[in-house]
């Protein structure tokens, strides 16, 4: 068995060896993908309801992708068009999802600790999708997954996760996840967007762009989530830019085989500039495509699904 519990609500509860086993299966699913035809028999009925609180493009239409590709049934339903708008509480809701029988929640929602609320309230699985600034546990696996496909074992790599620190789950995934499989962490960003204590983390920190990038295997670039700031951290866009933005400059001072990654959706010409969004260091569509693959394991293993019924991927990521 690869997954211990029955949700998948952070990478802080999962152990290395489940991390790797996921991205193992999510191999296999990517290898699906080139065929002409992309799905498989697996999930067919069984029921998955995504219920998202917050605007999502890739990680909603991701699930949704996934789960068809693995033929579940899937009931798609946000809050605006939901009885949440009236004032039914999120436990009503979901106990009253759960009557219908449904074998998977995937949720995203804005508190730190929803998914986690519904898990132990479900008997069915939950998958946290996102929780205001806790985790977005399948966004870093499918970044795991897209930077191992470069580099192999992450033992000793170094990974520099630039920008908005304090405000983002994507970075707190990515730093259990790193750690758990040895890679070193240097975090950056302005210190107002740097939250304290993460060096207990096992994670450097460091305010000076360019000292966090020098030596770096990988740049994760995080989008500004201004939609969490209570009050601007930054004098200006074009100041941020300036200080901590990706540009071409910078991109010249990186090691000649460095990528850069970015989990969108990205604020262009802020945190990266457009030329190096769109340039040959990026590898931001080749986290898309992975998402699919991970979500897809997921689910699969999730649902009791045997790893060793699908076969192994030719080259392992
Ligand atoms: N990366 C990510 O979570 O994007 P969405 O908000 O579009 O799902």
Redesign the pocket.
């Known amino acids: 068995m690869i997954l211990r519990s029955k949700d998948v609500l952070g990478l802080e509860d999962l152990a290395a060896e489940e991390i790797l086993g996921v991205i193992d299966i999510a191999s296999r699913f990517r290898a699906v993908f080139d065929r002409p035809v992309r799905s498989v028999p697996i999930m067919r009925g069984r029921t998955v309801v995504n219920f998202f609180h917050e605007?999502?493009?890739?990680?909603?239409i991701s699930f949704e992708l996934a789960e068809k590709r693995l033929s579940a049934d899937i009931v798609n339903f946000s809050t605006a068009t939901s009885s949440l708008s009236k004032g039914e509480t999120l436990r009503d809701t979901a106990e009253n999802l759960a009557a219908m029988k449904i074998d998977m929640l995937v949720i995203r929602h804005s508190s730190s600790g929803a998914a986690r609320y519904l898990a132990n309230v479900l008997a069915c699985s939950v998958i946290n999708a996102?929780d205001g600034a806790h985790e977005?546990p399948t966004?870093g696996l499918l970044d795991i997954m897209t930077m191992r496909q470069r580099l192999g074992d992450l033992r000793g790599r170094k990974v520099t996760i630039i920008g908005d620190i304090t405000h983002s789950r994507v970075a707190r995934s990515n730093i259990w996840g790193l750690t758990k499989l040895g890679a070193e962490v240097t975090v950056c960003g302005p210190p107002t967007m740097v939250p304290s204590g993460l060096d207990k983390l096992g994670v450097r920190v460091e305010y000076d762009l360019m000292r966090a990038v020098a030596d770096a295997d990988v740049l994760n670039v995080l989008r500004i989530q201004l939609e969490r700031h209570a009050s601007r951290s930054f004098p200006s866009n074009r100041e941020y830019h300036r200080m901590y933005g990706i540009s071409a400059d910078v991109v010249k001072k990186l090691k000649p085989e460095a990528f850069i990654m970015h989990?969108?959706?990205m604020n262009r010409d802020v945190e990266i500039a457009s030329e190096v969004a769109d340039g040959p260091r990026q590898v931001i569509l080749d986290q898309v495509a992975n998402g699919v693959a991970v979500r897809m394991a997921l689910i699969y293993l999730l649902s009791g699904g045997d790893p060793g019924a699908l076969a192994p991927a030719a080259a392992q990521a």
């Open positions: 605007p999502s493009t890739r990680t909603r996102g977005h966004q989990p969108g959706p």
